[in-house]
């Protein structure tokens, strides 16, 4: 683990129009995650952990305070150019997968290359090869439709790393598995970006899940707590 | 595919027309206000222009036919046996007869002009002209020509078919006292030779009181029309063509919603607004594709078998009568042209694009958190 910030943010408020008040999710937030360091946010329903996440990942706008990633301010920066950059930097894994039906598991692993650019030869050879190191190695042409929930996420791991980003946010990545395969999944997270030396933030609810990570956060009230 | 059919038809029904104009007229008509007296002389002058192939004197007007009781009121046209051949394809239109059979004594009618008279091949009709009823008012005796029926043609056009007749020209200008004068000229081109320089030559080569006249002249208004009514269709299946593109927008902003998760995972994965505005608009593109292609073949499809769609909607709706007294034709003609092909691949595939472009645009300004939390 280094001392460089892969990000960070800086005194981070948002809020929310309501009928007659707006309300305040974030109040304020600090954080930072180290370079291949696994950090999580605990939180109750609601508290915040999925805003504060599209946050970081510039996939929504705070109402005030800055966002770095390795150092670099990016809440200044058009939609195009965060969105660029944003492909190479973070890799996303959600409670839902969202796979995409139309394509095999082999097409929604490439597709983030796919959006960077044409496919190239070496990168179905990394697609490949991430899958293999998921345990999918027999399910590269299978439809998606045919996945269990487990595989499912671990298609979206590979998908999620074959940028090669800089951190991966993962949002509830074992809310819609049983115990049993997300403990399978929490463990290819942790191996992969501790393997990689890559930065891991996971927003979870489960506190058995978040104390397998290098530092447990809360978000209470707006705030960060550790 | 009705853009197809309408424009191939309407080609069709344009082209038997100018066809039939022109096979009727000759290329180029040559008349003046009065009779002309001295063709023989004209004839020798037109014919020895390069350009000209053939040109044949022919006489017209209006006479009274009976047969039985059955009176009726025909244009005949008296025409050069000799010469009119070549400028005209008679032999063609003939059903009944043949050109060698009409003669002094006789006359060939038109097909529909047979049905009301009751009349067929051998038949005597008796025919009245404007100038026995002249000499009539000078208390000479009415006395009809005798005719027989030497053949019966039929052109494929309602308008000549349904009531005209052909005399020999020398029959027709004893009917019309016209002496050895002509009404005027027909005139054949040689192949290839441009129409409107032959009558720029021949009117420059003509006497004054004479003036040639392009075939396309001869019905101008009605040229026009089948020209604007041709526009016309296609502007207003090009609405049809709008109409359905709002079908394919409505298709595609469903396919925005349905989407919506998918929109929102490329937006974090890094798509740009763009790329996402690019999706719906290329499922627009593909959708006209692939309809204005099936369209096109349905289309040639149903052009290829129209007589046979039609006859059967006749028989289903027992109009079989109705159909060949309206129309202009027997059979409906279709003409294939690349230009208007180019024209409905182009304007289908621009609609259909604009179509995508609404919800392209709606996916484009989808912010991908809040896609995101479309669960």
């Known amino acids: 683990m280094s001392d460089i910030n892969v990000i960070e943010t800086t005194d981070i408020v948002r809020s929310f129009p309501a009928a007659h008040a707006k309300i305040e999710v974030l109040r304020g937030v600090h954080l930072k995650v180290k370079r291949g360091q696994s950090v999580s946010i605990t939180g109750e329903s609601g508290a915040g952990k999925t805003t504060l996440m599209y946050i970081l990942s510039m996939l929504e706008e705070a109402d005030s305070g800055s966002v770095f990633w390795d150092g670099v301010k990016v809440n200044n920066g058009s939609r195009g150019e965060v969105a660029k950059r944003r492909a190479e930097f973070i890799g996303f894994v959600f409670q839902l997968y969202y796979l995409i039906p139309e394509l095999d598991v082999l097409g929604n692993v490439l597709m983030p290359r796919r959006i960077l650019g044409r496919i190239r030869k070496e990168d179905k050879e990394r697609a490949e090869e991430l899958l293999v190191r998921v345990g999918l190695k027999d399910r590269l042409r299978h439809s998606t439709g045919k996945l269990s929930g487990g595989e499912a996420q671990r298609v979206a791991i590979a998908r999620a790393l074959i940028n090669e980003p800089r951190i991966i946010i993962a949002d509830e990545p074992t809310g819609s598995i049983d115990e049993r395969h997300g403990e399978e999944i929490m463990q290819i997270l942790l191996d992969l970006c501790k393997k990689d030396n890559r930065s891991l933030l996971l927003v979870t609810h489960n506190q058995r899940f978040a104390a397998m990570t290098d530092k447990k956060l809360v978000l209470h009230y707006g705030k960060i707590v550790e | ?375």
């Not at chain 2, 006249?213 to 299946?237: A, G, H, Q």
């Not at chain 2, 409505?250 to 919603?257: E, P």
Request: charge should be negative; aromatic fraction near 10%.
């Open chain 2, 1 to 375: 595919m009705v853009l197809i059919i309408v424009q191939t038809v309407m080609n069709g029904f344009s082209h038997e027309i100018t066809k039939a104009m022109k096979d009727l007229n000759g290329d180029i008509r040559i008349e003046g206000e009065a009779f002309i007296q001295d063709y023989p002389l004209l004839l020798d002058l037109i014919e020895r222009q390069r350009f000209v192939k053939v040109a044949s004197p022919y006489a017209y007007g209006m006479v009274m036919v009976q047969h039985g009781n059955i009176p009726t009121f025909p244009q005949v046209r008296g025409m050069d046996l000799s010469r009119e051949r070549d400028v005209l394809a008679i032999d063609e239109f003939l059903i009944q007869g043949a050109l060698a059979n009409l003669d002094d004594e006789s006359v060939f009618l038109s097909s529909g002009l047979a049905n009301t008279l009751g009349a067929s091949i051998d038949s005597t009709v008796d025919l009245y002209t404007p100038l026995m009823l002249y000499r009539m008012k000078e208390n000479d005796v009415l006395l009809p020509r005798e005719l027989t029926v030497a053949g019966i043609f039929e052109t494929g056009w309602s308008r000549v078919d349904g009531n005209s007749m052909i005399t020999s020209l020398r029959l027709m200008q004893e009917l019309y006292g016209m002496g050895d004068s002509v009404h005027g000229i027909s005139v054949m081109l040689k192949n290839g030779e441009d129409l409107n320089d032959a009558v720029q030559e021949l009117n420059f080569q003509l006497p004054e009181n004479l003036h040639a006249y392009p075939w396309t002249e001869s019905d101008r208004d009605l040229l026009f029309i089948l020209n604007l009514e041709k526009t016309v269709m296609f502007f207003i299946i090009l609405f049809i063509i709008l109409v359905a593109s709002f079908s394919i927008a409505s298709t595609l902003m469903a396919s925005v919603v349905r989407k919506t998760r998918e929109i929102g995972l490329l937006g974090a994965i890094g798509g740009q607004p763009w790329q996402c505005a690019a999706c719906f608009c290329l499922q627009g593109l593909f959708i006209g594709f692939v309809g204005t292609f099936l369209g096109i073949g349905l289309g040639i499809l149903a052009v290829s078998y129209r007589n046979a769609i039609v006859q059967w909607f006749a028989h289903l709706t027992h109009s079989e009568a109705a159909f060949q007294m309206y129309y202009e034709f027997s059979d409906i003609p279709a003409v294939y042209m690349t230009g208007d092909f180019v024209k409905v691949i182009i304007a289908t595939l621009i609609i259909s694009t604009l179509a995508g472009l609404l919800p392209a645009l709606r996916a484009a300004r989808m912010k991908p958190s809040e896609a995101l939390r479309n669960e």
